[in-house]
């Protein structure tokens, strides 16, 4: 089975620095999807970045990006220039390509310091 | 409607209570999951659906939950006899193509049992 680690259960960074936010899965699987959501207070739980794992190249999207690292089974998320808006909690995720089922792993709580 | 609507926001239920939660996907999307938060957790799947056949519900935790779906849009997960340990944010995500467009969440319904 698959399974999803994050590590790090709270972090803070102070605005406009960088912040890396680390994640390790399991699996079996070569053919996967990566995720980084994050859930605000809403609770409502929204796509940051994707990684697809046949594609070497590293995902980036405006401020974030990630560190795909396969063989190692790691993946984790930068956040450059943080803002006040990103506190949040984090949460690492995996689907198989062929799968509907997302697995989670127990998020990050990431704290924006004025 | 432009996301997915989750009702009630807010349920408090007394322990051995049915509580009946609705999800409202965005329209003409196929695929429709509940997931299951408890308090510091990570989202769990409990079930998914396409159209109104329910593909999996390998996650629902016991004979006491049940989800359908009967047209193929609005689903409500009903859990019987509710108890202590169901207390949690239940989300609802909707699809359209998972592996295009990816999954689009509700804010959930926060179910606390006293």
């Known amino acids: 089975a698959q399974t999803v680690t994050q590590s790090q259960p709270e972090m803070s960074v102070q605005e406009a620095e960088t912040v890396t936010l680390s994640c390790t899965y399991d699996t079996s699987e070569s053919d996967y999807y990566l995720f980084w959501y994050k859930q605000p207070p809403s609770r409502q739980m929204i796509l940051v970045i994707r990684?697809?794992?046949?594609?070497?190249q590293n995902a980036t999207e405006n401020r974030f990006s990630v560190n795909f690292q396969k063989a190692a089974k790691s993946f984790s998320l930068k956040i450059s220039d943080s803002q006040l808006g990103d506190a949040a909690m984090y949460f690492c995720?995996?689907?198989?390509?062929?799968?509907?089922?997302?697995?989670f792993g127990k998020g990050t709580r990431l704290h924006i310091l004025p | 409607g432009a996301g997915v609507s989750q009702s009630p926001r807010y349920k408090v239920a007394k322990r051995g209570q049915d509580v009946a939660l609705r999800c409202d996907p965005i329209?003409?999307?196929?695929?429709l999951f509940w997931y299951q938060q408890a308090l510091g957790q990570g989202p769990e799947f409990l079930t998914y659906f396409q159209n109104e056949a329910q593909l999996d519900k390998s996650g629902l935790p016991s004979d006491r939950f049940f989800a359908e779906r009967p047209e193929g849009s609005v689903s409500t997960l009903k859990i019987q006899r509710t108890q202590q340990e169901d207390s949690a944010v239940y989300l609802c995500a909707s699809s359209l193509d998972a592996d295009i467009y990816g999954y689009t969440f509700g804010s959930g319904t926060r179910l606390t049992v006293v």
């Open positions: 995720a995996y689907r198989s390509a062929g799968g509907v089922k997302i697995i």
């Open positions: 329209s003409g999307h196929v695929s």
């Open positions: 990684q697809e794992a046949y594609k070497q």
